[in-house]
């Protein structure tokens, strides 16, 4: 039997509105995918502009990229595993990607202390390569060694690593492999327009490009005769480190700064109440009575305000400094802080090897003495066990961490002020950070699209590379 007109009418409507929004979908599927892949060809396969080389002109002036490793050419042929003492990232972390807008990433914390006087040459060519193979975060380079956190594709930093660890020197660099939430991963692959952390240029760690610095120190600590490269605390792995914090006879230090230590810290644990760590030498010079004292008789062997703000340490006299356990974010601190400590006649000076960081990756919950998050210098801000996102955010007006109750302060104000550093900022300053975030908002980046520079100095800048990129491009020909 034949459908009626009126049916056949209406079957043919419902049928063309179906197919019209089936084909509208897969449109859109196609432009979705179109525009992703364009993002990430464009960010992933950006040509790099290499120098020329010029063998007429001085030696002097030809650029140096190596500082003595192997060249560019031959850094394409497949590397060497990590040494033992690391960890080999290129095989912890497979090739997927997110959501299939490009390859997983990780992040890598490293530092080595070091004899590298001659840190300063190493500046140029890390720099290039990072940004060769898209590798971003931030590196400190000192006459002491280097401190680092990067962020890429588990091949581009494992060829970083293995690129540092050419120099002896720098052979055998202690890591921590952290995982990464897809938005960090959006933010690499510069599928957002959201900064990395928020106002402020000058925060640690961004991940939108990378940063190699040349500093005093890799890790700030203003004694100059504290050397970790001669002499350094034991370290304890840990799986070992509960039964040691948990014996009575032990101190306790965390040797962070304050605003660390107030969102998490291991049970019994002494706050020093440090601003910084540049603080920390004197007051264990003051709670140890090893300034004015014989050092033969200061020292302490009590077990009282354990797991108190720094009091009553000294209180007992005795003739042996204590056995002290201390312990830092990712280990590097605690280099130094046990340093000083066995140069002031401590005796048993030990330190968490790996840090909280190691610590939470490595000890089920269950069986941990860990209590809160742990602060960590980039944009995740804090992490729990299992190096997993914390539940803290950022103040970027004093880049302290602030939590969920913090942010429902009267004092509270995204990207100006929050309840740690209202009362210590003018009204003056605060308008300033309200004008500077109005800027991110508007343009995504501090400064407005030209970053506070003028216009006019950008178009000669510009002018100026483009008439270079031409006279090298010249040359090329010629030769």
Known sequence: MLPSPLLAAAFSKTAAAAFSNTAAAATATRRAATAAASIAAHRLLLPVRTPIHNPSAPSSLIPRRHFGHMPLEERTAPLAPLPPLGRNIAVAVGEGGVDGEGPALV?????????????????????????????SGGII??????????????????????????????NGLRMIQSPLTPEDEAIHHGHTSQSPVGAGDDAPFRWDHVRVKL??????????????????????????????????????????????????KFKRAVDP???????????????????????????????????QPAQGLNASKSKQLPRVAMYCTGGIRCEKASSFLLSKGFKEVYH???????????????????????FVFDKRVSVEHGLAQGTHKLCYGCKQPV?????????????????????TKSEEEKERARARQRQFETWGVIGGPDKGRSPNRL?????????????????????
């Open 141 to 170: 380079l000192a006459p002491e060694g280097i401190n680092g956190s990067i962020c890429g594709t588990p091949a581009a930093v494992d060829k970083v690593l293995n690129f540092i660890q050419e120099d002896n020197r720098l």
């Open 403 to 423: 939590s969920d109750e913090d942010m429902e302060s009267p004092e509270w104000e995204y990207g100006v002020s929050c309840p740690y550093c209202f009362a």
């Open 107 to 135: 992040v890598v914390s490293f530092y080595r202390f070091a004899d590298f006087p001659d840190h300063a040459a190493f500046r140029r060519p890390l720099k290039e390569l990072c940004e060769e193979l898209r590798v």
């Open 273 to 307: 109440c440090t601003n910084s760590f540049r603080e920390f030498p004197t007051w264990v010079d003051d709670q140890f009575e090893l300034v004015e004292s014989d050092p033969q008789e200061s020292g302490a062997n009590n077990d009282n305000g354990a797991g």
């Open 352 to 374: 968490l090897e790996g840090g909280i960081l190691k610590y939470l990756e490595e000890i089920p919950k269950a069986e941990s003495l860990w209590e809160g998050e742990c």
């Open 459 to 479: 178009d000669s800048k510009d002018a100026g590379e483009a008439k270079q990129l031409s006279n090298s491009t010249s040359v090329e020909l010629c030769n």
């Open 215 to 264: 500093k005093k120190e890799i890790v700030t600590f203003g004694d100059p005769g504290v050397m970790p490269t001669k002499m350094v605390g034991k370290y304890v792995k840990p799986k070992d480190w509960n039964a040691l914090i948990s014996d009575p006879d032990t101190i306790v230090i965390d040797v962070r700064n304050m605003y660390e230590i107030r969102i998490g």
